[in-house]
Structures are given as C-alpha cells and as structure tokens.
C-alpha cells in the first residue's frame, strides 16, 4: 500500500510537468544557436549564429523570422560575412515538454563569398521544455538555392542540408 502511495505522488507530481510546455495562440518565441570549427593551428575558423523569432497563431502553428550570420577567418585574408533571412511556417506535434515539428521556410542568402539569391525548402525540428518558458531545439533544414520561381524546379535536387541546435524561451 506503502509503495502504491508513493508511486501515485510520483506520477501526480510529473503531471504539472508535463502540462508547462504548451504555448498557445499568441505566445512569442525566441531562439539563439551557434556553431563553430578552426583547424589545429587556428589558421581558418568559422563561426555560425542563428537566432529566430516566432508566434504561434494556434496551440500547434508557429510562423516567424529566421536569421544566420556567419563568419570565417583565414590567415593572411579578411574575414568573409555572409548570412540568411527566412521567414517560417513550423507545425508542431503533440503536447507537453517534448514536441517535434515540420516546416517549411523561404528568404535569401547574402554576403562575401557566396551568390546572392533566394533559398527555400523543408525542415524538421524538435524542441523539449526545460520548464514553462525555456526549452532546447536542433533543426535540420534541406535549403535549394534559386534565381527565380522558374529555377525551383531544377534546383530543388541540388540543394544542402543545414543543421542547429540551440535554446528557446516563450513569453
């Protein structure tokens, strides 16, 4: 009896947990990531950070602003910039702390180094609460490059895949 007591306080208690993680309509939220990479000798480096900002128009819809910046470094050479702006469209499944999703996103990609033109695609993601307001993310992103609607077509197979991970926070 002892031991059913204590195993049901244990669940009643984790019900309020489960239950924090449910933004709903009108709920904003913003997130921040990063990634970097030098060689042995710190010679060539690269920086990657991207933050986004969102609201959710239901319980499960999430639309918002996306941006990446990027910079890397060789010896010898200027630091070379570039970046990308995106707007999103992001569904996510179920309900409590842990919730994966799907999207879609569009915007372009700009800066020293790269062809400036327009990029979209797929993505899918995963975020889990780490109480009310604060969770982790990773994306996976599948992003094609393209001059105008008539490329899409035939640039959608020659595309890359970008990946993140970072924190998010509702308010």
Known sequence: ???LF????????MVPAVALAQPSAGDQEITLGGAGSSDKDFDSSGLSVQGSWGQYLSDSSLWGVRQTVNA????GESVQW????RVFYDYHFGSGNSRPF???????IYGDGVDETFMGGPEIGYKHWLNENTFVTGLVEYQFLFESASDVDDTYDDGAFFYSVGLGYNF
Do not use: Q, R, V
């Open 1 to 3: 009896m002892k031991k």
């Open 6 to 13: 204590k195993t049901s306080m244990l669940l009643a208690a």
């Open 72 to 75: 890397f470094d060789t010896e």
């Open 82 to 85: 570039s970046g990308s702006t």
């Open 102 to 108: 799907i999207g879609l996103s569009a915007g372009g």
